[in-house]
């Protein structure tokens, strides 16, 4: 009767964790917690990122992340840029901005931003760059660095 009782638990504990489990041909969880908390071990595939034309920019202009977490622009005038709206209670979050034409004018990056060595990126004037932007506190500091500067 004992090894029955063992058994028994051992078949409810095994039916609790495959049924508490997620399983794919292109994830296994290790761990889980469906409140953007900790997954680990897993593999993704067909990951796919959300592009945004913003257009030509002008005067001040927001980034707003909700639109895309890649997004492209051309710099038309001297203009301010803000990174708004990353998603609420995500740890970390980010962007990418295609820009042509960046130092043709005047571009202010928004103040939150921290770049390498303190110094944003030297933008082309005729021409495309790419900045890669990532907030690990929902916004209140993003860490700024070119991804590839005169792209080609």
């Given amino acids: 009767m004992k090894h029955l009782k063992s058994i028994l638990l051992a078949i409810v504990l095994a039916t609790f964790v495959f049924s508490s489990t997620v399983f794919s041909a292109s994830a296994v969880l290790n761990e889980k917690d469906y409140g ?3 997954q680990k071990n897993q593999t993704i595939k067909g990951y796919v990122e959300t592009y945004y034309a913003l257009g030509s920019l002008t005067g001040a202009t927001n980034a707003d992340i909700a639109n895309g977490n890649v997004q492209s622009f051309t710099v038309g005038d001297a203009f301010t840029l803000t990174l708004t709206n990353p998603p609420a209670g995500v740890n970390a979050t980010s962007i990418t901005f295609i820009i042509t034409n960046g130092a043709a004018h005047i571009l202010t990056w928004d ?5 390498p060595g303190g110094t944003a990126a030297v933008l082309t004037a ?5 900045i890669w932007c990532f907030t690990v506190d929902g916004g209140t500091i993003w860490h700024c660095g070119p991804g590839s500067l005169d792209s080609k």
């Fill in 126 to 130: 005729s021409g495309v760059d790419i």
């Fill in 36 to 38: 953007y908390a900790v």
């Fill in 111 to 115: 103040p939150d931003i921290d770049w």
